[in-house]
């Protein structure tokens, strides 16, 4: 895909210097930033809420484009006061709500732009519906929770009958839409995300374990937008 972006996941930083890494990636040329919320309940694990968005808000200045990755359920409650703490795109799961029609109309009445996430067992069928109302999907190559988990590439092709749970499908299907993958992407993967038409790259680990994050985001970003 050309003009692909990519928004690392501070979630296996120094998070006692969260400012500061989040800072790092973005000297180091990260397209934007994405901020893994876990509430160790939709997920088992924890991470933090909407008081450590508004102090990095305050921190990085108002540029920096924060992708909340809401791993939580009830999604509908942390709505205002991710908009209100500097939250720009409010990405909840699909399997976590019962209403997504409302969500997405709450989530762009407070101003913020739209994700909706699957995790690999959903599959698009579940999707496409609300695929002409969102900005952007993600299609989760790992179960959420952790970092530096293995990348699924199953996720990829998939065409089994005429839905499927890959990315390959809902490129076909949404030229337009941004579509996004997170969970085990780095240099050995990104060939797949990029040739199934991702053009939003999640990486983890890989930026953040590299001497080099720089060197590692170029790389990304080049082969994606090959
Ligand atoms: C997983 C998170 C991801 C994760 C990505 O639940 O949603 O954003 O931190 O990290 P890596 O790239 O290490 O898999
Ligand atoms: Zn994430």
């Known amino acids: 895909a050309s003009g692909c972006k990519i928004g690392p996941s501070i979630l296996n930083s120094d998070l006692a210097n969260l400012g500061a890494e989040c800072l790092r990636m973005l000297d180091s040329g990260a397209d934007y930033l994405h901020l893994d919320v876990m509430d160790g309940h939709f997920v088992p694990n924890i991470t933090f809420g909407h008081p450590v968005v508004e102090s990095l808000r305050k921190q990085l200045g108002q540029d920096p484009f924060f992708d909340m990755h809401m791993m939580v359920s009830r999604p509908e409650q942390w709505v ?4 209100v703490a500097g939250a720009n795109q409010y990405t909840f799961h699909l399997e976590a709500t019962e209403n997504p029609g409302a969500l997405i109309k709450d989530i762009r009445e407070n ?3 739209v994700g909706l996430a699957i995790k690999p ?7 496409a519906p609300w695929a002409n109302q969102i900005d952007m999907a993600l299609v989760m190559t790992v179960e959420p929770g952790f970092g530096g988990q293995k990348f699924m590439e199953d996720m990829m092709p998939k065409v089994k009958g005429v ?3 890959g990315v390959h499908w809902l490129r076909t299907q949404f030229p337009s839409l941004d579509i996004e993958v997170d969970g085990g992407v780095g240099p050995d993967t990104i060939h797949k995300c990029a040739e199934a038409g991702a053009n939003m790259i999640v990486s983890g680990s890989a930026i953040m374990r590299s001497e080099d994050p720089r060197s590692v985001i170029n790389l990304l970003r080049n082969v994606c937008s090959e």
Do not use: D, H, R, W
């Not at 067992?121 to 999707?127: D, R």
């Open 80 to 83: 205002k006061p991710m908009a």
């Open 121 to 127: 067992g959903t599959t698009v069928e579940y999707l």
């Open 163 to 165: 839905f499927g749970s």
């Open 111 to 113: 101003g913020m732009k």
